[in-house]
């Protein structure tokens, strides 16, 4: 290795094939890279995991001073670090077979051997470029096929900028004419339509202010609350009994799917053009606690307004290329679930039989909609899409500010995670147990991570790193609102 590279240290002590300890000559963060000299393998990629100083000022020293009185205290700054590896002659990443020896120089790694083992590369065909490494730049570009095969969450807690990140996200997809439906539960989103202002951290990102209005449409069930979007309904005809049962909020099939189907029965063969109102009034007459129960159910789906003679295009509501928000800003959350529900079911059904492209179905709050404790009518089908949408070309994007909320069996098939600053124990926790890989020293990390740096793992890097996330190319529409002007 090139002495005139800087030394931080030397290794000391029982020395691991996974980790070791330092003591440190100069000043270094936790999280910054580290290079050591391997005899076998020339220079090999570390990082530092985490810092404390040594001391020999104990307790009975420190009673002893009086109010005013300096000490000589002799210290040392020590660290762990943890062993990312070398390349080896076939580009695969390889940790060394041997341990370092104790004594061996530790310096601050460069650029291109981080860039290298790391696999930081530009790749204009498939990476979705979110940010800058932290403290270097060298740009960090997701691989938008893993990310659409494996399925992704964005963790954060309130306010730790999960919405803005999830922008950068999908303007890297619509660069890249990747299929998107998001469900938008607050109206954040059209904003992407729309160019931001920009300010003095676009040029060291080397981003464009540009606006996506060609590729982003808008559709919500509410459509006096969101004027800019398409009415969203669904039509009744085409709507399977079971699928009507998922309307009502009704799960117990066995009792009341038979009753239900024979009020449609009915109800169609005096009017093949029946609508919901129809069905309300037949249900008026069914007797005992299961035709109470379907007349109630049957009026509130009328007051939802989303069952119509004519509903949406599927082929309208799936571009492709383009993002199609799903604007569910004043919708009660009952009607929500519905909604999800319904749009999930009808996109893994027609993307299983082909008749739909390839795309990337976004939940925001998904807590919300797949909770770990408790019933939502979209559970079961969200489920379904965490574990087998891949293998047909569907790939699910779940966000949430709780992590520990949200159903564990989808959280632990998203092989992609980006995680800003989360303090919750409980979602600290949940974040951990779903994460191979993930080091004591990272989680500390995470909860005092700045606003707009992310832990990143997965997403083609074989190793969990830092990215400062990169300037939005389009207007950001989740701001807080201010309730005292400045």
Sequence with gaps: MNRTVEEIGRIFGDVGLGQFHLSLSNPVERGDYLAVEDEAHGAVLCQLDDLKRKSDFDLERAGSLGPREEAAIHENLLGIARIIGYRDGQGLVKLPTIPFRPGAHVFRAEEPLIAQVLGLK?????????????NHALRVELDINQLVQRHVSVLAKTGGGKSYLLGVLIEELLRHHVTCVIIDPHGEYGSLRSPAQKNGGYA?????SQGFARQVQEYSPDVSLNPNAKPLTFSLRHTDTRDLLVFMGLTNVKTFLGPLKQIIDAVAARNPEYTVADLVRAAE????????????????????KLLGPQGTSLNDLVQKGE????????????V??????????TLFDNRKKGKIPPLFLVIEEAHNFAPQQGTATSSRILKNIASEGRKFGLGLCVVTQRAARIDKSVLSQCNTQLILQVTNPLDLRAIAQSIEGLTDGMTEMIQSLPVGTALITGGGYHTPLFCEIRPRATRHGGESVQIVAA
Excluded: C, K, M, W
């Excluded at 060291?204 to 464009?208: H, N």
């Design 122 to 134: 530009h790749h204009a065909n498939s990476g979705a470029y979110v940010g800058l490494l932290r």
């Design 204 to 208: 060291r990102f080397g981003v464009e």
């Design 323 to 334: 993002a199609t928000l799903v604007n569910l800003r004043g919708v009660a959350p009952d």
């Design 336 to 345: 929500q679930e519905l909604v999800v529900a319904r749009i999930s079911t």
């Design 285 to 304: 007459h069914a007797e005992g606690a299961v035709g109470e129960t379907l007349h109630e159910r049957l009026e509130y789906v009328e007051q939802t």
